[in-house]
């Protein structure tokens, strides 16, 4: 601290539970997308999860007087940082930092002084495990009802690897009536019309799916083939 001054500082790892992962966008929105969102960690419950809870009737366990300890990052570490970051373009710098900092509070309860490259197997798998959450798991960066909806929507979709959903669904599911009716049809005829979407009818059925990147990049090379034959 600034002029050597002292505090003493109690913490505490919290956990926040319960967010229902459709509701997950209404928490998360534009203004958590300038950094409050990369200080979460998040986890995720298997599919049809249900938490059955009944007291804990074990014996609590006392940390051992020699532990918790101060714990020393060695050098190795960071250079191991910057390696993952190297090898994996688009890692997500804070999950790194998150993941370093779990493994420093796993030392530290393990009585380890020092943490080494040697113990961050676990913390390498942390990262995998939180890049693929936040897939899953994304702010909602839309500054208006109606972008609101498409990122949602976009979102929603997304999850499902380009197959059709019907819209009904998908409107319960991202719960779009709570925005109203009308801006979730406008919000969906524009995704179409960006060809972010396609819609088709079967029956009485409206159905929806994402376009898949594969898609695009099939068209992009049409579009480029078509224009190279007509130069020839």
């Known amino acids: 601290m600034r002029h ?10 919290s956990i926040v539970g319960g967010l229902v992962e459709e509701r997950f966008q209404d928490l998360f929105d534009a203004t958590t997308t300038g950094g409050l969102y990369d200080r979460f960690i998040f986890g995720l419950c298997p599919g049809n999860f249900v938490f059955d809870y009944f007291p804990f009737d074990g014996v609590r366990a006392t940390p051992d007087r020699d532990c918790p300890v ?12 910057s390696q993952w970051l190297a090898d994996n373009p688009g890692l997500n710098m804070r999950i790194v930092e998150h993941a370093i900092r779990a493994a420093v509070i796993c030392a530290s309860f393990d009585g380890r002084r020092t943490l080494r490259v040697s113990n961050l197997g676990p913390a390498w798998e ?6 693929r959450i936040r897939k899953l798991l994304q702010p909602n960066p839309g500054k208006n009802f109606e972008a ?23 409107f319960r599911a991202i719960h779009a009536y709570d925005h109203g009716l ?24 409206e159905l929806v799916r994402l376009v898949t990147d594969q898609e695009e990049n099939y068209e992009l090379q049409e579009l480029v083939g078509k224009g190279e034959a007509r130069n020839e």
């Open 182 to 205: 009308s801006i979730a049809d406008r919000a969906l005829t524009m995704l179409n019309a960006n060809g972010d979407v396609v819609i088709d009818k079967i029956g009485r059925q």
């Open 126 to 131: 942390f990262i995998k495990y939180q890049s």
């Open 70 to 81: 101060p714990v020393i990052i060695d050098s190795g570490v960071w250079e191991m940082k």
């Open 148 to 170: 609101i909806v498409a990122y949602k929507m976009l979102n929603y979709l997304g999850r499902l690897d380009g197959r059709f959903v019907n819209r009904r669904q998908m």
């Open 4 to 13: 050597g001054q002292v505090a003493n500082f109690n913490c505490e790892l």
